[in-house]
């Protein structure tokens, strides 16, 4: 099966902690990215890599850490800076080949503060 | 930012009826995407039209695109129970690796 996988599911995080989330995907794509979706809203980009080992900051980065050491691999790191936390949390992915525009979204991890 | 902005934000129709929520946008774009979200789901792509295309088909849904009004509409024909998810609008305009999401139409067809 060719995709891309996000666990946990859900994820449940006293304040004060950091907590990490992982995505991996099969699809052979170089670049890879991550989204937050808050209640009724759109996607706002937090980090995105286009290649291993380099990786930018999107339009929400504060609070958050990533990593790229594989190709398949993109996770995500919600440290305690982040004052709101609680989010619906999209991964996505891409081929970075001319002509290839469309991203290919993991199911999705739903983070909770308690 | 947001670049697209959705219309209406929410649409509820018969099953059998067809569907049209529009998409305007702020800045130049290569291309214009639209997505599908069920509720509690990872987006999954619908549709890609060039800036230079003013129009493709894709089974039941129509996309036009106007870049003089810098605006697209997805049109869902014969719209179906199953259809019932929330539905983004994405551009390219920074560059060809991000996409900037619109806030969503949410359709709901009822039975």
């Known amino acids: 099966d060719g995709g891309i996988t996000q666990s946990p599911k859900y994820l449940f995080r006293k304040e004060g902690q950091n907590v990490t989330l992982s995505c991996e995907q099969n699809l052979n794509h170089d670049a890879m990215y991550w989204y937050r979706q808050d209640p009724g809203q759109g996607l706002r980009l937090i980090y995105y890599?286009?290649?291993?080992?380099?990786?930018q900051k999107g339009d929400i980065a504060e609070g958050y850490s990533v990593s790229r050491e594989k190709k398949e691999s993109f996770p995500l790191t919600v440290t305690s800076a982040q004052k709101n936390p609680t989010a619906f949390y999209l991964c996505?992915?891409?081929?970075?080949?001319?002509?290839?525009?469309?991203?290919?979204f993991g199911p999705g991890t739903r983070l909770t503060v308690l | 930012s947001q670049q697209g902005e959705e219309d209406p934000q929410a649409l509820s129709i018969q099953e059998g009826e067809n569907a049209t929520m529009n998409c305007s946008y702020k800045t130049s774009i290569n291309n214009l995407q639209w997505y599908r979200q069920n509720s509690g789901r990872g987006l999954v792509h619908l549709i890609l039209?060039?800036?230079?295309?003013r129009e493709k088909h894709s089974g039941r849904l129509r996309v036009t695109l106007d870049t003089s009004k810098k605006s697209s509409s997805l049109l869902i024909t014969a719209s179906r129970a199953a259809d019932t998810a929330s539905y983004f609008c994405?551009?390219?305009?920074?560059?060809?690796?991000?996409?900037?999401f619109g806030s969503g139409t949410r359709l709901l067809v009822r039975p």
């Open positions: 039209i060039r800036s230079n295309e």
């Open positions: 996505a992915s891409k081929s970075t080949g001319t002509g290839y525009n469309e991203q290919f």
């Open positions: 994405a551009t390219d305009a920074d560059s060809s690796y991000k996409l900037i």
């Open positions: 890599s286009q290649i291993v080992n380099d990786f």
